[in-house]
């Protein structure tokens, strides 16, 4: 049965199935301050996919993201990040982030937990998630969070000019692609 209205998980309980983005529907976008704090840079990734996992043994997941697909709209500062200085998309062409779990956190609502790997280093990142299905079929998953760019392995700047943490916002819709027995039920993971 299609439902009209969206309806918001507030307990971390998803949707059981094999879910994949849809990244026609979906949007990586991120954040930094240069110019020596005073600017912010944005832009988005345009090529990604991924895949999550629902089923009795828990909630798991992988979003691959193509590093050369940054896009600031400034084709001067597009070519620099992809560089050796920050994203070194000849050599680590793939950001990667692996999900391992999503929890319901007392007072913190729904949180994930994984790990983000940009060029040779891989942090541990938590924090929150905001779950929606909008129709039976489809889940919405958004999130935004920090980044320390320097332990991430993109931390250069030339006399201070890029300050701080690197922000992203991610908003991925995802389209069930197979459904584990117990059709309709919900998994609490």
């Known amino acids: 049965m299609e439902s009209t209205a969206a309806s918001t998980q507030t307990a971390?309980?998803?949707?059981?199935?094999?879910?994949?983005?849809?990244?026609?529907s979906s949007v990586l976008e991120f954040s930094a301050r240069g110019m020596f704090g005073l600017v912010a840079v944005k832009g988005t990734f345009?090529?990604?996919?991924?895949?999550?996992v629902v089923d009795g043994s828990g909630t798991r997941g992988e979003l691959r993201i193509a590093a050369a697909?940054?896009?600031?709209?400034?084709?001067?500062?597009?070519?620099?990040?992809?560089?050796?200085?920050?994203?070194d998309v000849e050599a680590s062409p793939t950001v990667r982030f692996t999900l391992d779990g999503v929890q319901d956190a007392p007072g913190a609502g729904t949180t994930f937990s994984g790990s983000l790997q940009i060029r040779q280093s891989t942090l541990a990142m938590t924090g929150p998630l905001s779950v929606t299905?909008?129709?039976?079929?489809?889940?919405a998953l958004?999130?935004?969070?920090?980044?320390?760019?320097?332990?991430?392995?993109v931390g250069w700047s030339r006399m201070g000019m890029i300050r701080g943490d690197a922000h992203l916002r991610a908003q991925l819709?995802?389209?069930?692609?197979?459904?584990?027995?117990?059709?309709?039920?919900q998994a609490a993971v």
């Open 46 to 52: 345009k090529d990604f996919e991924g895949e999550l």
């Open 133 to 139: 299905t909008p129709s039976d079929g489809h889940l």
């Open 12 to 24: 971390a309980a998803l949707p059981l199935g094999s879910w994949r983005v849809d990244p026609s």
């Open 69 to 87: 697909s940054l896009d600031t709209a400034n084709a001067t500062r597009d070519k620099h990040l992809r560089s050796a200085d920050f994203f």
């Open 142 to 153: 958004a999130t935004a969070l920090s980044v320390d760019r320097a332990a991430a392995g």
């Open 173 to 185: 819709s995802l389209t069930l692609q197979g459904q584990p027995n117990g059709e309709g039920a």
